[in-house]
Each structure stands twice: as C-alpha cells, then as structure tokens.
C-alpha cells in the first residue's frame, strides 16, 4: 500500500517571514526517514500505513504550533492499495507521456 500526502504548514499571527518556522516543520519530515519532496508550496511525504504517514504531519504541524498562535494546514491524501514508490512513479508516468509525439484529439 502507498498512502501519499501533500500538505502544507502555515504559520499565522507571526508576522510575514514564516520561513524560519516552516524549516521546523519540513526538517521534522526529512527526519522521518520516510520519503519526501519539498516545493514552494507543499511537501510531499509517502509511507506504507495511513497512521506512519500522518503522525509524521501531526509532529511537523506541531513543530510550527510550537512557535505559532495559530497553524493553518492543507492536506491531500492519495491512499492506494498495491502501489509503491507513487512519489516516483507518478511524475515518471506523466514525463513519459510527455515524450511521446502529441496526438491529436
């Protein structure tokens, strides 16, 4: 099983520069040793089990509370039975479409 997520930690009420904080939270994922990716706007975090998965996201929204009044948090969540390395897997499927001649609709 894959459980997929993309979520992202916003800290509020802290001022503009939030990025000092967000380090907290993305530092708590990379530390999980699950596998993960970082972008502009979420991190991407895949693991075997519903609960590894979002305990890791619990204690990285923690880690931002902790410095926070407020936390803001957007989560997505593909849960897929027989699937492995989805992170991978996924971007490989669609840059291998995207090399392939266009085809007319």
């Not at 520069?17 to 708590?28: K, L, P, S």
């Not at 979002?54 to 410095?67: D, F, I, L, S």
């Not at 593909?78 to 499927?93: F, I, L, P, S």
């Not at 291998?96 to 001649?101: A, K």
């Amino acid at each position: 099983m894959s459980v997929l997520v993309a979520f992202s930690v916003t800290p509020m009420g802290v001022g503009e520069g939030v990025g000092e904080i967000v380090a907290d939270a993305v530092r708590v994922v990379r530390e999980s040793g699950l596998p993960n990716k970082t972008d502009s706007m979420f991190t991407v975090i895949e693991g075997d089990t519903w609960d590894e998965v979002m305990a890791v996201v619990r204690r990285a929204v923690q880690a931002v509370a902790a410095r926070a009044p407020r936390v803001s948090t957007v989560i997505k969540v593909d849960w897929r039975h027989g699937a492995a390395d989805a992170m991978t897997q996924k971007v490989e499927t669609v840059e291998r479409y995207l090399s392939e001649p266009a085809t007319d609709c």
